[in-house]
């Protein structure tokens, strides 16, 4: 009898837990409406290129920090990628430590210095420091450092939730600022006298730059190449990596915690056993933007996670020279779970080939929950 008290008294706990998380789902709001944003005035376009002016050197000095054990994959990537592209900065990717740093949600590499090498080249600083998501915000290394940085004169970029970083490092009080969609509350929350400012994808406010969610990186990335050698070099990378347009106009009210999100999140997740390890082979001379924006959106899906597999555990060196390990040591894998090749498509054209591949394979909500995470616009994604 006891024991079927028990029994009872668990169910009806575990009933009751259901029926509170049915009143929280029903009451988050639905899917919101798309709606395109007005576009940018010149004159605002123009105050955001001659605050990123460089403030130091004739060609720049771009140093892209990490902390060895999470740094978001495409932060830490795409503004290398692109700005290497480019050729118009000496740009040299940091880590706290010695070592490896492990991104996430997906990929292995070697950083190029650590923060302390870093600053035995170059006493005098950088240009520029861009400051990626990280697993911890309160890292006293890293905080250290870009308060270092900055005082030495250079302008700091946090990248989607880099901005919390930036915040805890004291560098966003009084300023005008953005992050992703999902830590607005919070950074607003720890930082009261930081000016949220809605509906743009890249703020500036002297010295401090920050951007929307991760796919931000690449508008705020050709924003920066304009700002160094000009619109008509911007518009010509942007046209290598598939993306011949860019501005920071962004619809907020697009990004938001709604139903739909809440409830794919959870039932992907609850399917653990349909759960996938889907490889990609890493090649020599891969494009590492392309590489990261795959691998990031398909280990986004609560379904999946991108795996790199090669014939060996060396490091493989990416297009532009960063070093990447591979996951699996694996001369094949699986067709059924191989992912295509990223090949020589352009970095934006990966992306939207691989949100169609996860629509194909998981169905368009999953591929509107990755591209809320990447905080990517859905009227593209979808196209």
């Known amino acids: 009898m006891k024991s079927r008290r028990l029994l009872w008294s668990a169910l009806g706990a575990f009933v009751f837990l259901i029926a509170i998380g049915g009143v929280w789902i029903l009451s988050l709001p639905a899917a919101p409406s798309v709606a395109a944003p007005p576009p940018i005035a010149q004159d605002e376009r123009d105050a955001t290129i001659a605050a990123l002016k460089p403030p130091k050197r004739q060609r720049p000095l771009v140093a892209i920090i990490g902390i060895n054990d999470a740094t978001e994959t495409t932060d830490y990537l795409m503004p290398y990628g692109i700005l290497t592209r480019a050729d118009v900065a000496d740009v040299v990717t940091l880590a706290t430590a010695p070592g490896p740093i492990t991104l996430f949600p997906a990929l292995k590499v070697e950083p190029q210095a650590t923060i302390a090498e ?63 969609w999902y830590s607005v509350k919070e950074l ?9 400012v809605e509906d743009r994808r890249l703020v500036v406010d002297d010295g401090v730059a920050t951007t929307t969610g991760i796919t931000a990186s690449m508008p705020m990335s050709l924003t920066l ?12 990378v942007g046209r290598e990596i598939g993306l ?19 409830l794919t999140a959870i039932g992907n997740t609850a399917a653990f056993w349909a759960h996938e ?14 590489l990261a924006l795959v691998t990031d959106a398909w ?3 609560y379904r999946s996670q991108a795996v790199t597999f090669a014939r060996t555990a060396d490091a493989r060196q990416t297009r532009n020279g960063i070093r990447i390990y591979p996951d699996q040591v694996a001369a094949s894998w699986p067709a059924e779970r191989l992912l295509p090749s990223v090949g020589n498509r352009k970095p934006a054209e990966a992306l939207d080939d691989a949100l169609h591949g996860i629509t194909a394979r998981y169905g368009t909500r999953t591929t509107d929950f990755v591209a809320m995470q990447l905080e990517y616009p859905r009227r593209r994604a979808t196209q």
């Not at 190449?225 to 010509?236: H, N, P, Q, S």
């Not at 011949?244 to 809440?262: C, I, N, V």
Request: charge should be neutral; charged fraction near 30%.
């Open 188 to 196: 607003r929350g720890k930082h009261p006298s930081m000016r949220y």
């Open 299 to 301: 280990s986004r899906t």
């Open 118 to 180: 870093f600053d035995a080249r170059h006493p005098d600083g950088a240009d520029y420091v861009i400051v990626p998501a990280m697993s911890r915000d309160d890292d006293p290394e890293a905080l250290q450092w870009i308060r270092n940085q900055s005082g030495k004169g250079a302008i700091v970029i946090g990248v989607c939730v880099g901005a919390k970083v930036v915040g805890d490092a004291g560098l966003l009080d009084g300023k005008r600022a953005t992050t992703h």
């Open 225 to 236: 190449i304009e700002a160094i050698a000009g619109r008509d070099k911007a518009k010509a």
């Open 277 to 290: 390890r889907l490889g990609i082979e890493l090649k020599p001379d891969i494009d590492e933007v392309s």
């Open 244 to 262: 011949p347009e860019w501005d920071a106009r962004h619809e907020s009210d697009e990004f938001r915690f709604t139903r739909p999100f809440a």
